[in-house]
């Protein structure tokens, strides 16, 4: 009888972290898969190339945009393994010199690098079901476009100069606040604009048994 010894191998693209580095770097293998992984980083870099391209065979991604995918069909299909989630409480965050509440941000600029970051998707839908946040009176302010061409911002939304920077705007004035993701800055300038944001996660958690979901 024989043996079939054939390995398929996949492109695949990864972030870094404690449970894919064992992967990426041979400790887990498999018999018949082998992958050959991508070096761009970071991680919200090769979403857009994904979506757009079907650049690799298999990817981490951000589940906002992988429902934005599915919505304008494309060919994806998810693997149900949370790959990275946090809670997103202590993600958006206004100047310490500055200090602004949730009930405060009617009017204000909020600023984000993608409209429909996983992150914002997160944030906005806790600023206003738990912060009673009118979102359509915040003025939000993008610096790039979506990961899936076919979605469009909502109107009234500002694209930031080709020139302009989040944190700089920020801690300049010309931002109110800002949302984060993986690049959330340690910074003692800045300050969480939700109350106690470690105890107000906590009360979420408590209230859905559930961790936010960034990428699967």
Same mark, same amino acid.
């Given at each position: 009888?024989?043996?079939?010894?054939?390995?398929?191998?996949?492109? !695949? &693209?990864?972030?870094?972290? =404690?449970?894919? @580095?064992?992967? /990426? *770097?041979?400790? #887990?293998? +498999?018999?018949?898969?082998?992958?050959?992984?991508?070096?761009?980083?970071?991680?919200?870099?090769?979403?857009?190339?994904?979506?757009?391209?079907?650049?690799?065979?298999?990817?981490?991604?951000?589940?906002?945009?992988?429902?934005?995918?599915?919505?304008?069909?494309?060919?994806?299909?998810?693997?149900?393994?949370?790959?990275?989630?946090?809670?997103?409480?202590?993600?958006?965050?206004?100047? !310490? &010199?500055?200090?602004?509440? =949730?009930?405060? @941000?009617?009017? /204000? *600029?909020?600023? #984000?690098? +993608?409209?429909?970051?996983?992150?914002?998707?997160?944030?906005?839908?806790?600023?206003?079901?738990?912060?009673?946040?009118?979102?359509?009176?915040?003025?939000?302010?993008?610096?790039?476009?979506?990961?899936?061409?076919?979605?469009?911002?909502?109107?009234?939304?500002?694209?930031?100069?080709?020139?302009?920077?989040?944190?700089?705007?920020?801690?300049?004035?010309?931002?109110?606040?800002?949302?984060?993701?993986?690049?959330?800055?340690?910074?003692?300038?800045?300050?969480?604009?939700?109350?106690?944001?470690?105890?107000?996660?906590?009360?979420?958690?408590?209230?859905?048994?559930?961790?936010?979901?960034?990428?699967?």
């Amino acid at each position: 009888m024989s043996v079939d010894t054939h390995v398929t191998t996949l492109s !695949a &693209a990864f972030d870094d972290y =404690p449970h894919t @580095l064992p992967l /990426k *770097r041979g400790e #887990v293998a +498999s018999p018949r898969v082998a992958f050959t992984f991508s070096d761009i980083r970071p991680a919200n870099r090769f979403f857009k190339p994904m979506v757009r391209e079907l650049k690799f065979d298999v990817s981490e991604m951000a589940i906002a945009t992988y429902v934005q995918a599915k919505a304008y069909g494309k060919p994806l299909v998810l693997v149900p393994a949370t790959v990275m989630g946090r809670f997103q409480h202590g993600t958006i965050l206004c100047n !310490a &010199a500055r200090p602004l509440a =949730p009930a405060e @941000l009617a009017g /204000k *600029r909020v600023g #984000v690098r +993608s409209y429909s970051q996983t992150t914002a998707v997160w944030v906005r839908g806790i600023l206003e079901n738990d912060y009673g946040v009118d979102l359509g009176k915040v003025r939000w302010v993008t610096f790039e476009d979506g990961h899936v061409a076919e979605y469009h911002e909502p109107a009234g939304v500002e694209r930031a100069g080709a020139d302009k920077n989040l944190l700089k705007m920020l801690r300049e004035g010309e931002l109110d606040a800002a949302i984060y993701g993986a690049d959330l800055p340690n910074d003692p300038t800045l300050k969480s604009l939700i109350p106690d944001a470690e105890a107000a996660a906590q009360t979420w958690y408590a209230r859905h048994h559930v961790v936010p979901i960034n990428h699967m």
